[in-house]
């Protein structure tokens, strides 16, 4: 059993951070709605859901996803670049504790878990306005020694590297060039998203299921191309806080860790 975590909708969502969208009303009705349906199709996918403490006073705390990176054998609690996130992590850290050994991003880092996409013992690392170059240093040392080869991709035009490009099979990445190179994935198996599509590559995989976010039927096409099992949720309330399908949970294996927190690598370049 795999086991996904959520947070319930604060109802400050409307003043959640943006960098690159403008500024749009949010019905945070309408948004918990759409929330309950998300939970509903992670259900579907054959998730366990639980729902993390509620945290009312966080705008972006429904955003899990940006807490924590978790990989088989360790999960990071991850320090978001937005100082206005980081009394969001504590309870993604008590929650994941029994799943793995954990390791916190020390500063200066700033790491948000979006900007990190792994596909098998590789790991990308996005260089965007959130995930600094300390990061990335702090990543390689802590993950070379376990077995993983971390690659850096520069990001422009968008929030995280996962607004940019996913991988909706092993080996093969959905992305928009405009936001993300494709040359960073040479040698995979590449799908752009149509151009009239920007956001829409932002999928969430499970096992050989994808959750889609409505409202992009073109790359919707070329997914199901791929024979994949396709399904779609409406989020298009989140859509106006720069988020998708991947934003609203973090996915863990129930392989209980030792619980512990490890200081990792002292590395740190600023």
Not at 18 to 33: G, N
Not at 55 to 80: C, N, Q, S
Not at 205 to 211: A, D, E, K, M, S
Not at 221 to 229: F, K, S, W
Request: aromatic share 4%; proline share 9%; with cysteine.
């Amino acid at each position: 059993m795999s086991i996904a975590f959520t947070r319930a909708v604060s109802p400050l969502l409307p003043s959640c951070e943006l960098t690159h969208r403008s500024r749009q009303p949010i019905d945070v009705r309408r948004a918990r709605a759409q929330h309950r349906g998300y939970e509903a199709a992670l259900r579907a996918l054959g998730l366990e859901v639980r729902r993390l403490p509620a945290a009312p006073e966080h705008p972006d705390g429904v955003f899990v996803e940006d807490g924590a990176v978790v990989l088989p054998d360790v999960a990071i609690i991850a320090r978001p670049g937005a100082p206005s996130r980081r009394g969001e992590v504590a309870s993604v850290e008590e929650a994941l504790a029994r799943f793995r050994p954990l390791f916190r991003v020390p500063q200066p880092a700033t790491l948000d878990g979006g900007d990190v996409l792994v596909d098998g013992r590789t790991v990308f690392v996005g260089a965007s306005a959130r995930t600094n170059a300390a990061a990335h240093d702090w990543l390689e040392d802590l993950l070379r020694p376990r077995g993983y080869d971390v690659r850096v991709v520069a990001v422009a035009g968008c929030l995280h590297l996962k607004t940019a490009v996913t991988a909706p099979l092993p080996g093969t990445f959905l992305l928009n060039p405009r936001w993300v190179d494709r040359a960073s994935f040479a040698g995979q198996r590449v799908v752009e998203v149509d151009p009239a599509e920007p956001w829409a590559a932002n999928v969430l995989p499970v096992g050989p299921r994808v959750l889609c976010a409505a409202g992009a039927p073109a790359t919707l096409r070329r997914l199901r191309a791929l024979a994949l099992d396709v399904r779609l949720v409406d989020l298009s309330e989140f859509a106006r806080a720069e988020a998708g399908p991947t934003c609203c949970t973090l996915v863990v294996s129930e392989d209980a860790g030792p619980l512990h927190i490890e200081s990792g690598p002292t590395r740190s370049n600023g």
